[in-house]
């Protein structure tokens, strides 16, 4: 079995519920038309809208960012016991193996994030 990124999988399954509500309603508008005709029209509805939101949860690599948070940590910037945060992997950024991993606070974090970002990483 692939190894399968949960942060896409929960989307997708959250997609498919969405999907439902949207394509029941076009049905129930073309009710007067005949059930293949409206279904046709439905799925077609239903495709030119998620085929955008699938390329969003298949290729976005910001759902490939892969985040360690920690409780009581000293953060590594302003030094505030907090909850902690850091980025272990994304594209192009691997802190995987850092035998001391750095934690920041929600602010640092933040700030840090921006930092990446500016770096060209997708975070
Ligand atoms: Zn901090």
Known sequence: MP???????????????????ILAGVLFVLSSMDKITATVIANLIGGLIFFWVDIFIFTSKKLDVEWEI???????????????????????????SDIKPQFRCEACSIRKTEQLRKRGISV
Do not use: F, H
């Open 3 to 21: 190894k399968v990124n949960l942060k896409r999988y929960t989307l997708y399954l959250v997609r498919w519920q969405l999907s439902t509500p």
């Open 70 to 96: 920690q409780e009581d940590i000293i953060c590594v910037d302003c030094g505030k016991i907090s909850r902690g945060y850091r980025i272990v992997k994304a594209d192009n950024y691997d802190k995987s």
